[in-house]
């Protein structure tokens, strides 16, 4: 799935999560749902296991026949017609070698790309599922909105995540129109970046773009989204929100760390480990 269907179904179940069942078969349906999505991942994180394994085997072989190459080679210099032969076989059997190793690195690449966004949608989905469960038996939300956006930010200070993001989607929801509503949409996704699940992060910071282009953290969701996606190692999509960030907000005190981060964005780039986009 493409980097676009992963944000629209990050979209879909982070819109979801303020939802809660109300009946016994829902609670064990949502258990099952639970139970199915970390089946899931664990089974992917398996199968990446396993052909990293693969991949450091074949590596090992090609370093191995190159050592008995170079040797070959060495004695072959010493006037030795028939190893010359043999070298040769060896050399063959090298190229060969080294274009399935080439060939399972590549694979590698792909499957943990895959990966990496199916773990993100994954991210999302347990969030949305879990949130279901607790909004059922959550001690109720204050009234006055004052003291509503205090406790939600409270509760991020204290890294109490999903209590913040509860909190703060109670304050969007019912105060949309409040100056302190964007900050609200900023701090859930905020809260999704400080426990590293970075499709969920995105998806709240674009709400932010959406609903709130000319709010005060528009700077900062934009930030935001552009080290979310170098997180999920989407750097050209990172680069360009942080060029469009120092674009539309030169005064913004995100400038600096923005111009700071875009150069180490590129020499990431030189390295697929960090880097697929």
């Known amino acids: 799935m493409g980097l676009r269907g992963l944000l629209a179904l ?5 819109a979801g999560g303020c939802m809660f069942f109300t009946t016994k078969d829902e609670g064990q ?8 999505l970390r089946a899931q991942v664990d089974d992917m994180n398996l199968r990446e296991q396993e052909l990293r394994k693969a991949t450091a085997e074949a590596k090992a072989q090609v370093a191995k026949l190159r050592e008995v190459l170079d040797q070959a080679t060495n004695l072959v210099q010493r006037n030795s017609a ?53 909004t059922a038996t959550a001690p109720p939300a204050p009234e006055d909105k004052d003291q509503l956006f205090d406790q939600a930010y409270k509760r991020y200070q204290a890294a109490q995540f999903e209590e913040a993001r509860r909190l703060f989607r109670t304050f969007t929801t019912r105060y949309g129109r409040d100056e302190r509503a964007d900050n609200a949409q900023y701090w859930v996704g905020q809260s999704y970046y400080e426990e590293r ?33 170098v997180e999920l190692k989407y750097c050209t999509e990172g680069e360009a929100y942080l060029q469009d960030l120092i674009k539309r907000f030169p005064r913004s ?16 780039k030189r390295n697929k480990k960090l880097c697929m986009t």
Do not use: C
């Open 10 to 14: 990050a979209l879909l179940y982070a």
């Open 29 to 36: 349906q949502l258990k099952t749902n639970l139970d199915k």
């Open 82 to 134: 028939d190893l010359g032969v043999q070298v040769q076989k060896l050399q063959t059997d090298l190229a060969g070698l080294i274009g399935k190793t080439e060939e399972i690195s590549h694979t590698l690449d792909s499957v943990s790309k895959q990966f990496g966004e199916y773990r993100a949608q994954t991210d999302v989905k347990l969030e949305g599922l879990t949130t279901k469960a607790g």
């Open 197 to 229: 699940k970075y499709a969920a992060a995105i998806a709240e910071f674009k709400k932010v773009l959406d609903n709130f282009p000319r709010g005060d953290a528009t700077d900062a969701a934009m930030f935001g989204m552009a080290l979310s996606f």
């Open 253 to 268: 005190t995100l400038v600096d760390k923005a111009q700071k981060k875009i150069k180490e964005v590129k020499k990431m």
